[in-house]
């Protein structure tokens, strides 16, 4: 009996001394280990468009150099850069007194054979003479017609008229210069349809098509004002030593200020549409014989291996095509250094839209 009575004494000594104690169950819940910790995203819908920035001048649609159709002096040119001017308008002219001489010279041979055809036909008509002396004279008729017409075009070609409306751009010659056959006199421009052509590559042109918004700002107006562009045509083959492709965008008219030819304007372009398409961060992805996946957290806070159809990557992103569904928790980190079924924690948790 006493030695139960001392046994009796000592426990309460060997508890407070630090000894063995029991342990309460939610003691046990608290000290079990919570798992790993990851990062997760959870997989929804992004915008992974590839863009394309590309700049440009401003140019007319119809800008054309006027040409002199004759070598001579120019006697009148009144028309300066900055001018208007309407179809058919007269820009300059130049001295053709040597040309009217020959037109006045082929004019008097053309009456000598008009007038000798009328006689030989009387001939002709009493059998005076044959056939054959009619048809010449009838032939040296036709040629001096020609003469004629020839003289009149190069008297006409003396004066210099607008072939279209628009504005004078530059006038590279003065009153009293001579000008050249075929050398231009002025430049003139359609200021109605402002037009700007961007060059993109060959490999971006396929999603694009005639018709469809392009936004364009212009730096002498303020990055503030976009002009609703259209484009108007792509052409149909590459710049043999940039191998780019242009595309036409046509301009608006804009109230704020003129369009000035030159101008620089600038747009973005969507060469590869991918709107609210699955993706998950480029890093979730691994890669091993047979294809790509990734590690998803499931319910029970435990890792699983899930294969997947990856698409394009943008940036830091890889769409995913097949094998996730939207809402599901992807491990950002590798997947590589993680083990399918192990148990782990979520410490952070990504906006895929961000």
């Known amino acids: 009996m006493r030695r139960l009575l001392a046994l009796l004494a000592v426990s309460p000594l060997v508890t407070a001394c630090g000894g063995p104690s029991a342990v309460t169950p939610s003691q046990a819940s608290t000290a079990a280990p919570r798992g790993l910790p990851v990062e997760v995203v959870r997989v929804g819908p992004r915008d992974l468009s590839r863009q394309v920035s590309v700049s440009a001048p401003v140019e007319a649609l119809h800008h054309i150099e006027v040409a002199s159709q004759i070598a001579g002096v120019i006697t009148l040119l009144e028309v300066e850069a900055g001018d208007r001017v309407e179809k058919g308008a007269v820009l300059a002219t130049l001295d053709v007194?040597?040309?009217?001489?020959?037109?006045?010279?082929?004019?008097?041979?053309?009456?000598?054979q008009q007038v000798n055809l009328e006689r030989l036909e009387k001939l002709r008509a009493r059998n005076y003479i044959d056939e054959a002396s009619l048809s010449i004279a009838k032939t040296g008729l036709a040629v001096a017609q020609a003469e004629v017409g020839l003289w009149e075009t190069r008297v006409s070609f003396g004066t210099v008229r607008a072939p279209i409306s628009g504005i004078v751009t530059a006038r590279y010659f003065e009153p009293g210069e001579a000008i050249a056959q075929h050398a231009p006199l002025l430049a003139l421009a359609d200021f109605s349809q402002l037009v700007v052509r961007f060059g993109l590559s060959e490999l971006d042109?396929?999603?694009?098509?005639?018709?469809?918004?392009?936004?364009?700002?212009?730096?002498?107006?303020?990055?503030?004002?976009?002009?609703?562009?259209?484009?108007?045509?792509?052409?149909?083959?590459t710049e043999s030593a940039s191998r780019l492709v242009t595309l036409e965008v046509a301009l608006p008219d804009t109230d704020r200020a003129p369009l000035r030819l030159g101008y620089l304007a600038r747009t973005t372009l969507v060469v590869d549409r991918r709107d609210?398409?699955?993706?998950?961060?480029?890093?979730?992805?691994?890669?091993?014989?047979?294809?790509?996946?990734?590690?998803?957290?499931?319910?029970?806070?435990?890792?699983?291996?899930?294969?997947?159809?990856?698409?394009?990557?943008?940036?830091?992103?890889?769409?995913?095509?097949?094998?996730?569904?939207?809402?599901?928790?992807?491990?950002t980190s590798s997947p590589a250094d993680l083990t399918a079924g192990e148990a782990v924690r979520i410490v952070r948790e990504l906006d895929v839209s961000a």
Do not use: F, H, K
């Not at 098509?209 to 936004?215: F, I, L, M, R």
């Not at 002009?227 to 052409?235: A, D, E, K, N, Q």
């Not at 699983?304 to 569904?325: K, Y």
């Open 205 to 237: 042109v396929a999603g694009l098509e005639a018709g469809d918004a392009v936004p364009v700002t212009v730096d002498a107006l303020g990055p503030e004002v976009t002009l609703p562009g259209t484009l108007r045509r792509i052409m149909p083959a």
């Open 97 to 112: 007194r040597e040309t009217r001489a020959e037109l006045a010279r082929a004019r008097a041979l053309l009456g000598e």
């Open 276 to 331: 609210n398409v699955l993706a998950v961060p480029i890093s979730s992805v691994g890669l091993r014989a047979g294809g790509s996946y990734v590690m998803v957290v499931n319910d029970r806070n435990q890792l699983q291996q899930r294969e997947v159809e990856v698409g394009v990557s943008r940036g830091n992103w890889r769409e995913i095509t097949g094998g996730l569904a939207a809402g599901e928790a992807v491990v």
